[in-house]
């Protein structure tokens, strides 16, 4: 399953604040990290928020694009759209 996401480091705590829609209409999970984008350690927080709000290991929670940009596309194993559904909500129309 891929999982859209725009990041924002030194966002203060972690926590996810829902949807939001691109210029082109499509949707990302807005995210805030405190850790810094300095060496991965933001990456690295973005995807322990991920698998510890699924329920899910860090290892089945990767980057799959993105690595240095503000939007990313995660890859996570073992879940469908119906428990990410009900994990982060369904995206606004």
Do not use: H
């Not at 705590?13 to 405190?34: C, E, M, S, T």
């Not at 699924?54 to 694009?65: C, D, H, N, Y």
């Amino acid at each position: 399953m891929r999982l859209p996401v725009r990041l924002t480091p030194r966002g203060g705590r972690d926590r996810i604040d829902g949807w939001a829609r691109d210029d082109a209409g499509r949707a990302y999970l807005k995210i805030r990290v405190a850790a810094p984008p300095v060496d991965g350690e933001a990456n690295a927080a973005l995807v322990r928020l991920i698998a510890r709000t699924l329920k899910l290991p860090a290892g089945a929670v990767r980057i799959a694009s993105g690595d240095t940009a503000r939007i990313k596309q995660l890859e996570i194993e073992g879940i469908d759209a119906a428990a990410l559904a009900k994990a982060f909500g369904e995206p606004e129309a």
